[in-house]
């Protein structure tokens, strides 16, 4: 079974509960990018990777929410890659039917806004390299397997920081990936060590204020994971048997 998320804020839960996660065009909620390039109103974004960045971002460091969808109840020629993927991996060669290389970043991203909703043919390839993808329609709430209501006030600063402070980056999916979608386990209480979330393991030399410094970190996280007063998971409906 593979599952696909989406990070917003909870304030919206009713709405999406009643109607399914609608594009901004049919939602007409606002945009939270407005330092770069806004969403494609046309378009659900979905991650395997960061939806509490985003629903820290759509939340406003408040009350956040994370749906989790079954991928395989979408329609496959509406899940497309996303724009900004398709930007970031070919500033280097030049695409057949592509922007120009010397275009600026926010030119080539709407050029291949265009382009995405033709090609779900990509759409694996862009979670490959960045963990992000759009679907062109809107998702019925009985697509989605559970969600997490997340209460950021009360969520310890390490788990707070890691959730908030990334950047939806190929570079970045590429170096943090893994620790990433480890931390989307945590938030849906699947298990995860320390060792998952953590940047740096502890190192041999058991005597060095580094080693210690690392060991009083791990010491910290594990206390912040053990302590879920911040998250709650809710089952909507049991997984379908693959």
Known sequence: MSYLY?????????????????PRALSKHKGNWKHTVQSNPKAVYL??????????????????????????QLLPWKLCPDEDVLEQTSRKQLVPGGPPLDW?????????????????????M????MGTVAYYDT????????????????????????????????????ILQDRHKALVRWFF??????????M???????DGKISNLIR???????????????????TVKEPAIA
């Not at 209480?189 to 953590?198: A, R």
């Not at 740096?200 to 058991?206: G, H, R, S």
């Open 104 to 124: 600026s970043m926010t030119k080539r991203t709407l050029a291949y806004r265009k382009i995405a909703p033709f090609n779900p043919d990509l759409a694996d």
């Open 200 to 206: 740096f393991p502890i190192p041999d030399d058991t």
């Open 126 to 129: 862009s979670l490959k390299a």
């Open 139 to 174: 998702i019925p709430f009985a697509f989605v397997t559970r969600y997490v209501v997340i209460e950021w006030a009360k969520l310890d600063t390490a788990l707070l920081m890691m959730a908030a402070d990334t950047m939806v980056s190929v570079v970045n999916y590429r």
């Open 216 to 234: 009083k970190q791990h010491e910290h996280l594990r206390d912040a994971m053990q302590n879920r007063a911040a998250v709650h998971v809710v």
């Open 6 to 22: 989406h990070g917003t804020s909870a304030k919206l839960l009713l709405s999406i509960q009643a109607n399914g996660l609608r």
């Open 47 to 72: 991650t395997d990777t960061y939806p509490f960045h985003f629903a820290a971002a759509a939340g406003n460091n408040k009350i956040g929410l994370i749906l989790e969808i079954d991928r395989s």
């Open 189 to 198: 209480n699947e298990p995860v060590t320390v060792d998952d979330l953590s």
